[in-house]
């Protein structure tokens, strides 16, 4: 191909020609094999290729792919929407679907407006979130993210929505310990409410296990109790944004259930569709629905593709490969071996700092001093070179450090499909040696610290 028409993330760089994937595997048009340890972006949740899939899209496609949400039900969204009301909350029975997770935020964002409109309160229209958060790419889900990479081009059309401390531990801002803190950044919610005015605030959102900001930042045991009882005291809606996290990816349906807190509102992507279709979701208490449902009966939101059969179909095989296959239940001890793993190979490279994350969503943090915990300078672009060096060496991992945050040290994920297999991580662990090592033999040698 002599120039390329297609507008890449970066535009002159050189990408490989991706040809087929296999399971946890991918390979290119030079028959070069890479193993895909971060699902995309955290996206393949059942790897690639699964033949079931194929046969439920194709099923479908034989009847009806797509029809307008405003004229038309189908039986897949139907059932899907069922499905998940089953699999979540007890109180989490509406579900609302979009395409993207930025979508889901989004309409969560306006859910959590209307709903305070139809209970007559008009004030209530800015959103609370954290530093060093992702919650997407369209205006108002980046208005609630602190991402300073991706906010910056378009600071003047955003929304000024305060933001908290995140619970990063391992660089804790108050250089203090859990629980002896006493979730002090959780207690900042608090603070910043009364310093806005609870009359302002329609709801508070959060990761629950911080991902494309931080590299699976997990906040201690008790934060989320913490959280919660802040926004019930103040009249605020709690939004979970699971896009990351949902779908099995740390070990349960939803991540804020090893947490043992209800959110009003959930946000569902990525493993919803496993990378075989755009599809996600807002999913809605019963309570927060209530006065919708009794006052406009509409929610102002929706896209011309929202809820189309196809995707529902793809997603309800998804759901069904997963249970069939017992995947979700097994991610944990997965997520412990793989873990042990990663910790091990700490011993042997001083510049892995923190090895943090839950189930199969882990991060690991790069620095320049282990006892200091000093980041690499930022023109180093240690977590750049990473990727690249594990890209040669045929394993994909996923970017989630400095580059997004300015600030904070370098970081990648690793977050493989669930179904991974013991002997596939141990090729992972392989594959990831050989990138850390190489990163010692000519990375640290070739520059000066
Ligand atoms: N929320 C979270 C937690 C995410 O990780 C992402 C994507 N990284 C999004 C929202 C946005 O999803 P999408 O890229 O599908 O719009």
């Not at 755009?278 to 929202?306: C, F, Q, R, Y």
């Not at 943090?365 to 040669?392: D, G």
Request: net charge negative; hydrophobic share 40%.
């Amino acid at each position: 191909m002599d120039r390329t028409y297609l507008i890449k993330p970066v535009i002159d760089a050189e990408y490989p020609m991706i040809d087929y994937g296999k399971g946890v595997y991918l390979y290119d048009s030079e028959g070069k094999e890479y193993l895909d340890a971060s699902s995309g972006a955290i996206t393949a949740n059942i790897g690639h290729g699964v033949q079931e899939i194929i046969d439920a899209m194709t099923e479908q496609a034989k009847r009806v792919s797509f029809v307008y949400r405003s004229q038309f039900t189908s039986e897949p969204a139907e059932k899907l929407a069922k499905k998940i009301a089953s699999l979540s909350f007890p109180e989490l029975n509406w579900c609302f679907f979009v395409n993207s997770g930025s979508e889901a935020t989004e309409t969560a964002m306006k859910i959590s407006i209307q709903y305070w409109q139809e209970k007559g309160v008009m004030t209530k229209t800015k959103v609370l979130s954290r530093w060093m958060s992702y919650h997407g790419i369209t205006l108002g889900a980046l208005s609630m993210s602190g991402h300073t990479g991706r906010r910056a081009r378009f600071i003047p059309l955003l929304e000024d929505f305060p933001v908290i401390q995140p619970p990063y531990c391992y660089r804790c801002p108050y250089n203090k310990e859990a629980p002896e803190c006493g979730y002090l950044c959780a207690n900042e919610l608090d603070n910043m409410i009364r310093r806005i005015g609870s009359e302002h605030i329609a709801a508070f959102i959060a990761e629950p296990i911080i991902g494309a900001s931080g590299a699976a930042i997990t906040p201690p045991q008790d934060y989320y109790k913490v959280i919660k009882e802040i926004c019930e005291r103040h009249q605020i809606l709690f939004i979970a944004d699971e896009v990351m996290t949902g779908f099995g990816r740390t070990g349960t349906m939803l991540a804020c259930e090893q947490w043992g807190v209800e959110p009003d509102i959930v946000t569902l992507g990525k493993g919803m569709g496993a990378g075989y279709t755009p599809i996600a979701a807002t999913l809605v208490g019963d309570h927060v629905m209530e006065p919708i449902v009794s006052g406009s009966k509409t929610i102002m939101g929706g896209h011309t593709l929202s809820a189309n059969p196809q995707a529902c179909a793809v997603s309800l095989a998804v759901i069904e490969y997963l249970e069939k296959n017992k995947i979700i239940p097994e991610v944990k001890k997965k997520g412990e071996y793989l873990k042990a793993k990663l910790l091990q190979l700490q011993k042997s490279f001083s510049f892995i700092g923190d090895i943090r994350g839950r189930g199969l969503m882990l991060g690991i943090e790069f620095v320049q001093n282990f006892v200091e915990k000093k980041p690499f300078p930022r023109a180093m672009k240690v977590t750049e070179s990473m990727i690249s060096i594990a890209q040669h060496h045929g394993l994909l991992v996923y970017p989630a450090g400095a580059g997004s945050d300015g600030v904070n040290g370098d970081a990648v994920m690793i977050a493989p499909p669930l179904n991974i297999t013991f002997k596939e991580m141990d090729d992972l662990i392989q594959r990831l040696q050989e990138t850390l090592q190489q990163f010692t033999n000519f990375y640290l040698k070739e520059v000066e610290l």
